[in-house]
C-alpha cells in the first residue's frame, strides 16, 4: 500500500510540477491524435453521409464490411500498415515507419470506419420529415443539404470525439509504426507500457492519470452531445 | 364561382408497383376553401404532396393558373415558395421556436431586422409571444403546432396546404385556427384542408374532393356525403 501511496504522490508532483518529459509525451499524443482525427474527419464524414443518402449495389454488404471493421483490433492493424511502410514494403522508400506520419496513417485507418459509421447513423437519424419540411418551406438543394447537416450535427461531432478518443487510448499501433521512439514518436500509451516495465511507476501512472482525465472529458462531451438534452 | 389557382390533371403515381394514386382531375378554387376528404388511406397526403409540389416524382401534370408546372414555364423553387404546408406531424429543427418561425425568411435570404420583426408579429398574432425563445424539444404537441403554423404563414403564402392539423390542438386552438383560416380567406389566400372534422366540412367548406382508394369519387361546390 505504502508502494502505491508512494507512487501517486511522485506522479500527481510529475503533473503539478509539469514535468518536461511528461509535457513531451502528452503534446506528442495530443498532436498525433488531432491530426489523425482531422484527417479522418475529412474523409470520413463525406463518405458517411454519402453511404446514408446515396443507394448503391453493395451497399448492404459495405454496410457489413463497416461494422466489422469497428472492432478491428490495432495490432492487426499496425502489422498491416507495418507490411506496407517498413523498408521492404510497396511504400517503404517513403521512409515512413517510425515516424509521426508512419501513426498518423495507422491511427487514420484504425478510426475512419469508427467515423464512417457513427457519421452513418447520426444521418440516418434524422427524421424523414425533415426533408419534406425543409422543400415545403422553400429550401434550395443546398440549404437542405446544410439543414441535415445542422440537424445531425451532435451525431457528427460525436463520432468525430469518439474517433479522437479511440487514437489517443490505442497502443497497438503506435507501438508498431512509431517505435516508441523518445522525444519523437512516444505517445502516452506507449510510454505507460514501456516506463512501466522499466519501473519508473509513478511516471506511468502520471500519464495514466492524464489518459484517463482526457477520456472523461471526452465521454462527458460526448454524452453532452448525445444526450438530446441541448439543442 | 372562383377562378382555378391549381390543377391536377391524370396524375398517376405508383408504390412498390400498385397505384396509389389515380386522379383524373382535381381543382383548386382561388381565395377558397377547399377541402380534401376521404378514409384513410385514400391518398389525401400523397395528393397535397404532389399539389404542393412537394412531391415531383409522379405521372401526370399539375397545372398553376392554367399552365403545366414544368421547368420550362416556371420557376419550380420559387413557385414553391408562393406555397406553404402545415403538417399533420410538424417536424420542427433544432434551436429555438423563433428560429424555426424565422427559417422561411432566412431560407429567401431575407434581412435579419425584417425578420426579427415579422416573427414578433405573427408569434403576438398567435398568441405564441412567450414561446418564441423556449426550445423545439420542449414544446407540448399543441404549441409544436402552433409554431408549425407560424412558420408557415410567415411568408404570407398564396396557397396554404393543411393537413389534418386539428390532431394535437385542443379545442380552444382549433376553433382559433378555424376563424384564423377564414380570415386568411378573406384576405384572399386559398387553402386546400385535409380533415375529418364533421363540423370543419359542413361550416367552412365550400369546395370538397372526396377521395377513394386513389380515386376522386366526388368533386365541386355541392357533393353529396353520405354522413
Same mark, same amino acid.
Given at each position: 500500500?505504502?508502494?502505491?501511496?508512494?507512487?501517486?504522490?511522485?506522479?500527481?508532483?510529475?503533473?503539478?510540477?509539469?514535468?518536461?518529459?511528461?509535457?513531451?509525451?502528452?503534446?506528442? *499524443?495530443?498532436?498525433?491524435?488531432?491530426?489523425?482525427?482531422?484527417?479522418?474527419?475529412?474523409?470520413?464524414?463525406?463518405?458517411?453521409?454519402?453511404?446514408?443518402?446515396?443507394?448503391?449495389?453493395?451497399?448492404?454488404?459495405?454496410?457489413?464490411?463497416?461494422?466489422?471493421?469497428?472492432? #478491428?483490433?490495432?495490432?492487426?492493424?499496425?502489422?498491416?500498415?507495418?507490411?506496407?511502410?517498413?523498408? &521492404?514494403?510497396?511504400?517503404?522508400?517513403?521512409?515512413?515507419?517510425?515516424?509521426? &506520419?508512419?501513426?498518423?496513417?495507422?491511427?487514420?485507418?484504425?478510426?475512419?470506419?469508427?467515423?464512417?459509421?457513427?457519421?452513418?447513423?447520426?444521418?440516418?437519424?434524422?427524421?424523414?420529415?425533415?426533408?419534406?419540411?425543409?422543400?415545403?418551406?422553400?429550401?434550395?438543394?443546398?440549404? %437542405?443539404?446544410?439543414?441535415?447537416?445542422?440537424?445531425?450535427?451532435?451525431?457528427?461531432?460525436?463520432?468525430?470525439?469518439?474517433?479522437?478518443?479511440?487514437?489517443?487510448?490505442?497502443?497497438?499501433?503506435?507501438?508498431?509504426?512509431?517505435?516508441?521512439?523518445?522525444?519523437?514518436?512516444?505517445?502516452?500509451?506507449?510510454?505507460?507500457?514501456?516506463?512501466?516495465?522499466?519501473?519508473?511507476?509513478?511516471?506511468?501512472?502520471?500519464?495514466?492519470?492524464?489518459?484517463?482525465?482526457?477520456?472523461?472529458?471526452?465521454?462527458?462531451?460526448?454524452?453532452?452531445? %448525445? *444526450?438530446?438534452?441541448?439543442? | 364561382?372562383?377562378?382555378?389557382?391549381?390543377?391536377?390533371?391524370?396524375?398517376?403515381?405508383?408504390?412498390?408497383?400498385?397505384?396509389?394514386?389515380?386522379?383524373?382531375?382535381?381543382?383548386?378554387?382561388?381565395?377558397?376553401?377547399?377541402?380534401?376528404?376521404?378514409?384513410?388511406?385514400?391518398?389525401?397526403?400523397? #395528393?397535397?404532396?404532389?399539389?404542393?409540389?412537394? /412531391?415531383?416524382?409522379?405521372?401526370?401534370?399539375?397545372?398553376?393558373?392554367?399552365?403545366?408546372?414544368?421547368?420550362?414555364?416556371?420557376?419550380?423553387?420559387?413557385?414553391?415558395?408562393?406555397?406553404?404546408?402545415?403538417? %399533420?406531424?410538424?417536424?420542427?429543427?433544432?434551436?429555438?421556436?423563433?428560429?424555426?418561425?424565422?427559417?422561411?425568411?432566412?431560407?429567401?435570404?431575407?434581412?435579419?431586422?425584417?425578420?426579427?420583426?415579422?416573427? &414578433?408579429?405573427?408569434?403576438?398574432?398567435?398568441?405564441?409571444?412567450?414561446? #418564441?425563445?423556449?426550445?423545439?424539444?420542449?414544446?407540448?404537441?399543441?404549441?409544436?403546432?402552433?409554431?408549425?403554423?407560424?412558420? *408557415?404563414?410567415?411568408?404570407?403564402?398564396?396557397?396554404?396546404?393543411? /393537413?389534418?392539423?386539428?390532431?394535437?390542438?385542443?379545442?380552444?386552438?382549433?376553433?382559433?385556427?378555424?376563424?384564423?383560416?377564414?380570415?386568411?380567406?378573406?384576405?384572399?389566400?386559398?387553402?386546400?384542408?385535409?380533415?375529418?372534422?364533421?363540423? %370543419?366540412?359542413?361550416?367552412?367548406?365550400?369546395?370538397?374532393?372526396?377521395?377513394?382508394?386513389?380515386?376522386?369519387?366526388?368533386?365541386?361546390?355541392?357533393?353529396?356525403?353520405?354522413?
Amino acid at each position: 500500500m505504502e508502494y502505491i501511496i508512494q507512487a501517486l504522490k511522485g506522479a500527481f508532483n510529475l503533473i503539478i510540477t509539469l514535468d518536461p518529459e511528461v509535457r513531451t509525451v502528452v503534446s506528442t *499524443s495530443l498532436q498525433l491524435s488531432i491530426t489523425s482525427t482531422f484527417i479522418a474527419a475529412i474523409i470520413g464524414t463525406p463518405i458517411g453521409i454519402l453511404i446514408t443518402k446515396v443507394d448503391f449495389k453493395g451497399k448492404h454488404f459495405l454496410n457489413t464490411i463497416l461494422n466489422t471493421l469497428l472492432s #478491428l483490433p490495432t495490432v492487426v492493424l499496425g502489422l498491416l500498415v507495418f507490411s506496407f511502410i517498413s523498408r &521492404r514494403g510497396i511504400m517503404g522508400e517513403w521512409g515512413m515507419l517510425f515516424t509521426m &506520419r508512419g501513426i498518423i496513417i495507422g491511427q487514420v485507418l484504425l478510426i475512419l470506419p469508427i467515423i464512417i459509421a457513427l457519421v452513418r447513423n447520426a444521418i440516418h437519424d434524422v427524421d424523414e420529415k425533415m426533408y419534406k419540411t425543409a422543400i415545403s418551406l422553400g429550401a434550395t438543394g443546398t440549404q %437542405q443539404f446544410r439543414l441535415l447537416l445542422s440537424e445531425a450535427r451532435y451525431g457528427i461531432i460525436g463520432a468525430l470525439v469518439t474517433g479522437f478518443g479511440r487514437v489517443i487510448g490505442e497502443v497497438g499501433v503506435s507501438m508498431m509504426l512509431g517505435g516508441n521512439i523518445k522525444g519523437y514518436t512516444r505517445t502516452i500509451t506507449t510510454a505507460i507500457a514501456m516506463e512501466t516495465n522499466k519501473g519508473r511507476f509513478s511516471f506511468g501512472l502520471a500519464l495514466g492519470i492524464i489518459l484517463l482525465s482526457i477520456s472523461f472529458i471526452i465521454n462527458y462531451i460526448i454524452y453532452y452531445f %448525445q *444526450s438530446g438534452e441541448i439543442q | 364561382m372562383n377562378d382555378i389557382i391549381l390543377e391536377a390533371k391524370n396524375v398517376r403515381k405508383k408504390y412498390d408497383k400498385e397505384h396509389i394514386l389515380n386522379i383524373d382531375n382535381v381543382k383548386i378554387y382561388k381565395s377558397s376553401f377547399n377541402f380534401l376528404i376521404g378514409p384513410n388511406g385514400s391518398g389525401k397526403t400523397t #395528393l397535397l404532396n404532389i399539389l404542393s409540389l412537394v /412531391d415531383t416524382d409522379f405521372k401526370g401534370e399539375v397545372l398553376y393558373k392554367g399552365q403545366p408546372v414544368t421547368k420550362e414555364n416556371f420557376n419550380i423553387l420559387n413557385l414553391r415558395r408562393h406555397f406553404s404546408v402545415i403538417w %399533420q406531424n410538424p417536424y420542427l429543427f433544432k434551436g429555438t421556436v423563433a428560429s424555426n418561425i424565422a427559417l422561411p425568411l432566412k431560407l429567401r435570404n431575407v434581412k435579419e431586422k425584417k425578420i426579427n420583426k415579422k416573427v &414578433r408579429n405573427i408569434a403576438k398574432q398567435l398568441d405564441i409571444e412567450h414561446l #418564441l425563445e423556449k426550445k423545439s424539444n420542449e414544446l407540448s404537441g399543441g404549441e409544436m403546432q402552433k409554431t408549425s403554423i407560424a412558420r *408557415s404563414l410567415i411568408t404570407n403564402p398564396e396557397i396554404l396546404f393543411v /393537413d389534418e392539423p386539428n390532431i394535437s390542438l385542443d379545442y380552444e386552438s382549433t376553433r382559433y385556427f378555424n376563424n384564423l383560416f377564414l380570415e386568411l380567406i378573406e384576405e384572399g389566400i386559398t387553402i386546400l384542408l385535409i380533415t375529418h372534422d364533421l363540423y %370543419q366540412i359542413e361550416n367552412f367548406a365550400e369546395y370538397i374532393t372526396v377521395l377513394n382508394d386513389g380515386k376522386v369519387e366526388q368533386s365541386g361546390a355541392d357533393v353529396n356525403l353520405d354522413f
